[in-house]
């Protein structure tokens, strides 16, 4: 899959991480920076990877930051995005299945490496299920007048 990544610097060492482990598996990345972790604004990668998915650059994203939340807020302020933010497998599981997240929002600093990292797997391997779920997600967009 060709997938965007990008972080702030709260978020830079997992989405490090988070590269390595794509590439380790076939993935094609892309990665939006940033590139240390000199203090940044995250609103600026979270914008270069939900525009990446929203015009199908990448068939999904993955945000890190300290702890998601502002990645996840911003993402989600493209019409086409529906990014969740995983702090346990779970969520990642339920966010692929019933919402067909195509962004993936961690937080390096509320969430271990080993375990962001299955999050990540789950994300990755989990595909949605479609039926009602599709007309909610559908509804989204209903809703907030962003159909396309
Ligand atoms: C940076 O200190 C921190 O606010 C940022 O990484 C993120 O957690 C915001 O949501």
Known sequence: MRIAIGSDHGGFNLKTAVGERLAALGHQVEDMGVFSTDSSDYPFQAAAVAQAVAQGR?????LVCGSG???????NRFPGVRAAL????????????HNNANVLCLGERLTPADQALAI???FL???FDGG???RRIEEIDQVAGTER
Not at 69 to 75: E, F, Q, R, Y
Request: hydrophobic content about 40%; proline content about 3%; overall charge neutral.
């Open 86 to 97: 995983a702090p346990t497998i779970e969520h990642a599981r339920l966010g692929r299945a």
């Open 132 to 134: 009602r779920h599709q």
């Open 120 to 122: 990540l797997d789950v």
């Open 58 to 62: 990448a068939e999904r994203g993955v």
């Open 125 to 127: 391997a989990t595909d």
């Open 69 to 75: 939340i502002g990645m996840c807020m911003t993402a």
